[in-house]
């Protein structure tokens, strides 16, 4: 039977799901078994082996949902494979204080549940995909707008992620 993969994102703008969507293609390709779903929609992890979490980052924190997502299902993440990953604008420019920074947005999940694989992508910002009020949260931030998101750096993580979850490598 093929392993079941849990692909589960929280996004406001859509980038994160996007990725997430692809994540779950990649799983596929290599055989699992792989569902993508909103955290909102999940209603029980169970019959998962594997559950990789995404996230926006925003105001300097992964989203509430994603947060909870983890602090409520804490106890069954720890018997599976947990993964997770955060896309933020931070990384529009890597340099060692903003690889710090964003590294440091995964620190509240990590402290619920140790992953596996943990990673922080740039992400992207197209204003046309916003609210009056997030425009504003952007201008005033004078963030980077545009696509920075690195295809090959996120399927490299993904492909590390299902090869260290194949049954060879677990027996
Ligand atoms: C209102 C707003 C606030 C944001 N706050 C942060 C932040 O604090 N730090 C950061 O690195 N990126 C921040 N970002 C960038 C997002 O993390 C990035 O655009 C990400 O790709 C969004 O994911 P989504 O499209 O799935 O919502 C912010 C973006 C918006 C629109």
Known sequence: MSRKILITYATKAGSTKKVAARMAELASQHGFSADLLPVSAVKSIDSYDTVVLGSAVRMGRVLPEAQSFVEKNQAGLKQKEFDTFALCMTL????????????????????????????????????????????????????????FQDWIAMETWMESVLQSDSPSVRA
């Open 92 to 147: 529009s420019t890597v340099n060692e204080e903003n690889l710090k920074k964003s590294n440091a947005f995964l620190d509240p999940i990590k402290m619920v549940v140790e992953p596996a694989h943990a990673a922080v992508f740039p992400g992207e910002i197209n204003l046309k995909s916003l609210g009056w009020l997030d425009r504003k949260i952007i201008g005033m931030v004078k963030s980077q707008v545009g696509d």
